[in-house]
């Protein structure tokens, strides 16, 4: 009898542990194409970035899964984060995030979605920039450009995207510590901003070292500061803002992997790992180093609370400056 | 490195086999892309990209730019034939050509279409090679206060556009206007007319509302005027197949006046391509003989806009080339192509990697003759689609709209405001406003609105900025002597009828 | 100036309406601001010349119908002489274009696609059932070779169907 009771309990436990088992092992793996959705057109910031990072996750033999890169452009980031709200539950889309969607849930008052129904899953970079001015500008260092702003409030002009980017949101944090002003001049396309500049149109402008780096190297750009946590390889004898005598918060563009809402915590899991072992992996550091992007990756924890901090951060300074926040 | 020994380099480059294989294969791909609406060249390359970075970067370059330039000679074929602009700029292409279709004439002018093309792709490569520092530095010194006065010039273009009433020619052009604001400004991040749709945070998409106002309209056209199952005048024997000589001679002011608006306008960030063709139809009605073609089939008014937008696309390689700085998607995705395999396009491009360079060039008048060759023969082929029964092609072009405003971000939304558009299309035809306006007030708005707000912002507030710069004034001369011309030729018509 | 009929008063007023709008709206945003135009400057600057214009073409066309009911002696309207029927059956691929648009967000391009072919081929072209039939099945499949397959052009795909 007691046998017979032993084995039934055996029998009974190794039931439990076989049900309990996939559960606790239980791992996402993959079934379909991942759709990587990108909120510019094809050429834009993002969708190069993605497109190149996903070349080096295959030249580092990191996956098999295929990912296909999906554009849905228009209203900075609102029509990528629809097409996130849509697939909300679903394990096998992803979103490439810049700066721009934390300040377009702020203003836009018919965003799409909020930043906390997002799923963070990974941060990847966070890209520096440089302060530039033409070559032949009597501006050499950055204190010279501030005073000159100080002396002539408004005559001196920066070039830059729309009031939300960060080119603009430098120049509140900049002007609302050393009290200077300048005028922003908004040019839809980069093209037309390196050459409102370099056509003498407008003073200096906010550039990533990526864009200005053979015009710096070509003599036609002079580089007065970066604006980065640490220095920027290859720019030896530029400053960084605050060892330039502004300490001021920096202000990263971010970039990184977000998932629709509802994305299960297993897919969450693989895809954070993934890009994990990415952000160590040689051909995807040797990318990144190329185009003098910052390697920071972020867990899916630490991404959302970097995420929310930074709206915080943006909704105070968009607020100093004048913009309608309406969250 | 002179640009003729350069050339010379360049040609020993292009002219290997694996290399002009590339430049082949480019080319009539870019073809393919240009004649469907849903595939830009942008999108094309940036699909490619990962498959060429394998490749040899000179065979590679060489294939991607020929996608890119060999889009502008597909787009005309549609507009021709359907009346479906198959990009942006071919939209103008659509007023004369298919005019000339439905006159019976569609071979005639694919074959102008082809030859407008070649020949001012020509001549914005030699442009290219020869005076690409000069003309560098003279794109540089166009900014806002620039901008603003060739959109006034453009705007003042509706003024021969107009048809036979100018009212409902400046309503269709103030209506266009309207459209393009619709959207997100751009300098304040309020958003305008969006009736709190996310969807319309963008603004409206260029190419959604050209198709639906020029190929769904024209459908719903057709079916009310009960076409019979030939669509069009099929022309007989090749003879019908080849321009006369008459409407050659008639281009002949157009092929050059296409090549060089064409080439300049490329040349400047941030002027989309549709811009070029505008203008360069335009000025070619301006000084016509016998502007009251225009819009009834002028061949020259085909042969500009088809110019044009060919040299335009050699225009976007001089900033690209000379500078580093991208015109737009397709340039954009050129340079991170360039990049990927390890060059640095900037200013020191062209001195670090001369035989890439060169090697480009000349490529790119070979692609331009081998498309010239691909294309001509394929004119009567391609006008055997006006033998596919009307049944069958009316829900093939509705179906071809709808997979390229699909494509334009991915949203049945768009395509939905492509059936909207359409219907505008429709009632705009029945109550006899003209539509080419529109299209105009919608090309034109947004960067009118821009360079004035940024010339503003550039001289604090002083409004003399735009007319006093230099540049502007000579300009905003030609616009108002464009905006008096019709009244010298009124004059003339009724002096010269009376007598 | 060429014929104006009674559809132009209509369409004056659409416009005139339209313009209204646009100035009303406008007015809701910062005119002129510190450097120069703001948000609502150009749309009332055209928003204004649409009300005027369009109270011209509304002003026009009613005195155009008064001089045309003076003068003529015919019944119809010479711009009214379109056969109904054809405008009608204009205005119903219109509508059955919309809804195939609309239904391809639950059934996917190439269903929604296929049964505008049909209705076009048999309400529209009036042809026999055996080539409305075929022509709804090829017709979408050649897209899918083409754009599909061969271009890999993404399609809508359709909630219920996945395709």
């Known amino acids: ?109 018919s965003a799409p979605l909020g930043l906390e129904k997002i799923t963070p899953v990974a941060g990847l970079v966070s890209e520096p920039a440089m302060v530039v001015v033409r070559s032949d500008s009597p501006y050499k260092t950055m204190a010279d450009l501030i005073a000159a702003a100080k002396a002539q409030p408004g005559k001196l002009k920066q070039s830059g995207g729309s009031v939300l980017s960060r080119d603009a949101v430098v120049r509140y944090v900049l002007m609302s510590h050393t009290r200077a002003e300048w005028s922003f001049i908004s040019f839809p396309s980069g093209g037309e901003r390196v050459s409102a500049l370099l056509g003498g149109h407008v003073d200096f402008m906010i550039i990533e070292p990526s864009e200005a780096g053979e015009m710096i190297r070509a003599g036609k750009l002079r580089p007065l500061v970066q604006i980065a946590e640490n220095k920027i390889e290859g720019f030896p004898n530029v400053p960084l803002l605050r060892e330039a005598g502004f300490p001021v918060p920096n202000v990263p563009q971010l970039r990184g992997l977000i998932g629709p809402p509802d994305m299960p915590p297993a897919a969450v899991a693989y895809y954070a790992d993934l890009f994990k072992r990415a952000s160590q992996a040689p051909a995807y550091k040797a990318y990144l180093t190329s185009k003098q992007l910052g390697n920071e990756y972020l867990a899916p924890t630490d991404l959302r609370k970097a995420l929310d901090s930074y709206q915080v951060e943006l909704r105070g300074i968009l607020k100093g400056a004048g913009l309608k926040v309406v969250r | 490195m002179s640009g003729f020994d350069g050339l010379m380099t360049g040609f020993a480059v292009a002219m290997q086999w694996q290399n002009l294989l590339w430049c082949v294969a480019g080319c009539f791909l870019g073809t393919v892309i240009g004649i469907l609406p849903g595939l830009g060249p942008a999108a094309t390359i940036a699909i490619l990209l990962p498959l060429t970075a394998a490749m040899d970067p000179t065979g590679g370059i060489i294939m991607l730019s020929g996608i890119y330039y060999g889009a502008r000679y597909g787009g005309s074929t549609t507009s021709i034939l359907l009346n479906m602009p198959g990009e942006a700029s071919s939209v103008v292409s659509c007023i ?192 016509s003989k016998r502007p009251q073609m225009f819009g009834h089939g002028a061949p020259e008014g085909l042969a500009a806009p088809e110019g044009a937008n060919n040299a335009d696309s050699s225009g976007a390689f001089l900033p690209m080339l000379t500078l580093g700085i991208p015109s737009g998607g397709a340039t954009a995705m050129l340079l991170a192509a360039l990049i990927t395999w390890g060059y640095k396009p900037g200013p020191l491009f062209i001195q670090d990697s001369p035989e890439l360079f060169w090697g480009l060039i000349a490529s790119m008048y070979i692609g331009n003759a081998i498309l010239f060759l691909m294309n001509l023969p394929l004119v009567p082929l391609f006008a055997q689609i006006l033998r596919v029964p009307i049944a069958l092609l009316f829900p093939t072009v509705l179906g071809i709209s ?98 | 100036m060429n014929h104006l009929n009674r559809n132009h008063v209509f369409a004056g007023l659409f416009l005139l309406a339209l313009g209204f709008f646009i ?94 072919v049909m209705f076009m081929t048999r309400v529209i072209f009036s042809r026999e059932s055996r080539f409305v039939v075929l022509s709804g099945l090829l017709v979408p499949a050649g897209f899918f070779v083409v754009f599909g397959l061969l271009l890999k052009v993404q399609l809508p795909v359709g909630v219920w169907t996945g395709v």
């Open chain 1, 1 to 109: 009898m007691k046998h017979v009771l032993h084995k039934l309990c055996l029998l009974m436990g190794l039931a439990v542990l076989g049900t309990a088992g996939p559960v606790i092992a239980q791992t996402f793996k993959p079934s379909k194409p991942i759709e990587i959705v990108v909120h510019t057109g094809p050429g834009g910031g993002n969708d190069v970035f993605i497109r190149a990072v996903l070349a080096t996750l295959k030249k580092d033999n990191l996956t098999q899964d295929q990912f296909v890169v999906v554009n849905k452009s228009g209203g900075g980031s609102a029509n990528a984060m629809n097409y996130l709200r849509e697939k909300a539950g679903d394990s096998h889309t992803l979103g490439v995030y810049a700066s721009v969607f934390v300040s377009d849930v702020l203003v836009q008052e």
């Open chain 2, 96 to 287: 004369d050509g298919y005019q000339m279709a439905k006159q019976g004439r569609a071979g005639p002018a694919l074959a102008i279409a082809a030859i407008a093309s070649f020949i001012a792709g020509t001549v914005g490569i030699i442009i290219l090679t020869f005076l690409s520092p000069v003309l560098a530095d003279v794109a540089l010194s166009f900014s806002s206060p620039e901008f603003f006065a060739m959109m006034v010039l453009g705007l003042s273009l509706v003024v021969l556009l107009a048809g036979n009433s100018m009212l409902k020619a400046a309503l269709s052009t103030l209506v266009g206007m309207w459209l393009t604001s619709i959207g997100t400004d751009l300098f304040s991040a309020d958003s305008r007319f969006t009736f709190g749709l996310s969807n319309l945070l963008g603004g409206l998409d260029f190419i959604v509302i050209a198709v639906g106002v020029y190929a769904v309209a024209e459908i719903m056209s057709g079916i009310e005027r009960g076409d019979e199952t030939k669509l069009l005048p099929i022309p007989k024997g090749l003879r019908a197949y080849l321009p006369s000589w008459d409407e050659i001679k008639a281009c002949r002011f157009a092929f050059l006046n296409g090549s060089i608006v064409g080439f300049f306008i490329g040349t400047l960030p941030g002027a989309s391509s549709s811009i070029s063709s505008f203008v360069s139809y335009g000025i070619e009605k301006a000084v």
């Open chain 2, 402 to 499: 709808v997979v390229g405003a699909y494509a334009v971000s991915g949203s049945l939304f768009d395509v939905g405001t492509l059936a909207g558009f359409g219907m505008l299309g429709y009632v705009m035809v029945k109550l006899d406003f003209p539509t080419a306006p529109l299209m105009l007030g919608f090309v034109l708005g947004d960067p009118l609105e821009r360079a004035v707000r940024q010339s503003l912002t550039m001289s604090q507030g002083d409004p003399s900025i735009l007319i006093s710069r230099p540049i502007c004034a000579v300009i905003l001369a030609l616009a108002v002597l464009i905006l008096i011309s019709p009244l010298f030729r009124r004059k003339n018509l009724r002096t010269s009828l009376s007598d």
């Open chain 3, 23 to 116: 100035v009303q709206q406008s007015m809701q945003w910062e005119i002129l601001g510190v450097n120069g135009p703001g948000v609502g400057f150009f749309p009332l600057a055209y928003g204004s010349l649409i009300v005027l214009l369009a109270l011209v073409l509304t002003l026009k066309s009613i005195w155009a119908q008064l001089q045309h009911k003076r003068r003529t002696l015919e019944v119809n309207d010479s711009a009214q002489t379109d056969p109904p029927a054809k405008v009608f059956a204009a205005l119903s691929v219109w509508l059955a274009f919309a809804i195939s648009i609309a239904l391809m967000k639950v059934i996917g391009f190439y269903l929604g696609f296929g049964l505008l």
